[in-house]
């Protein structure tokens, strides 16, 4: 086939060639970047809402962002901001059970502000096995692809969705709703605010006024959209304009 023989002679020609060789700069500078994919990074949050019993009490722990999995963590006030409200709804559910969908930063806050609380990270990365059964392998792109055990069980949950995209949100929120417990749960949506509408229609969402922050300082705007009233808290919803 035409196909076929394009291809051998593309190969051949690839073979007459001298093989690649990356400079020792470049070289060098990969070794880097792939070691980095396995640093943990140590976040200091601030004094006022973290466990202050040692000298290791105040630090985060984290896995280098991986930009090739659209990985952003959230700067620390905005994870302990989220956290805290997570932790003060999980009081109105006895035997409260979380999920967190793609936002492992605020799986580790959770973890650290409270160990007994029952948490789910649900993530891509496979650097997050390191959490044992509380963590489940997730593919957006095949939302319900989940453990039975894990449908219909979730008091709350808090979504990231890796992407910016009307699909990302359209698949993740096929699996809040396969996540959620039928007869009463809350979610908490991070995502941009280009998302805004399509939020509100998939989800029923409406924004508070705190807004998030990432570490990486993205360009795009980021907020925190809410199934509930939290009163005061996060600044209350936003009034509509």
Same mark, same amino acid.
């Given at each position: 086939m035409e196909g076929e023989d394009e291809l051998r002679k593309q190969n051949a020609d690839v073979e007459d060639d001298d +093989?690649?060789?990356l400079s020792?700069? %470049? *070289? /060098? /500078?990969?070794?880097?970047?792939? %070691? =980095?994919?396995?640093?943990t990074a140590t976040i200091t949050p601030t004094p006022s809402t973290v466990d202050n019993g040692g000298d290791d009490s105040d630090k985060v722990e984290l896995v280098t962002e991986d930009w090739r999995l659209s990985q952003f963590w959230y700067e620390p #006030?905005? /994870?302990e901001t989220v956290a805290e409200e997570v932790v003060t709804l999980s009081c109105r559910f006895s035997g409260c059970?979380? /999920?967190?969908? %793609?936002?492992?930063?605020?799986?580790? $806050? *959770?973890? !650290? !502000? =409270?160990? &007994? *609380?029952q948490v789910q990270l649900l993530e891509y990365d496979?650097?997050? #096995?390191? $959490?044992? &059964?509380?963590?489940t392998?997730? =593919? $957006?792109? #095949?939302? #319900?692809? *989940?453990? +039975?055990?894990l449908k219909h069980c979730f008091h709350i949950i808090v979504a990231d969705p890796p992407y910016l995209s009307k699909e990302c949100l359209e698949r993740v929120t096929r699996t809040i709703s396969f996540l959620a417990s039928p007869v009463d749960s809350l979610l908490l949506l991070l995502t941009g605010d280009v998302q805004r509408d399509h939020a509100a229609e998939m989800l029923g969402v409406r924004p508070c006024v705190f807004k998030p922050h990432h570490s990486s300082k993205l360009g795009n705007e980021f907020r925190l959209f809410i199934s509930y009233d939290p009163g005061t808290r996060l600044g209350g919803l936003e009034e509509d304009s």
């Open positions: +093989p690649l060789v020792s700069q %470049a *070289l /060098a /500078a990969l070794q880097e970047f792939l %070691a =980095d994919q396995n640093k #006030e905005t /994870a059970r979380i /999920a967190c969908i %793609a936002c492992p930063t605020l799986y580790v $806050y *959770l973890k !650290k !502000k =409270d160990p &007994s *609380l496979m650097r997050f #096995e390191r $959490y044992g &059964s509380e963590f392998f997730y =593919d $957006y792109n #095949e939302p #319900e692809e *989940l453990p +039975p055990q």
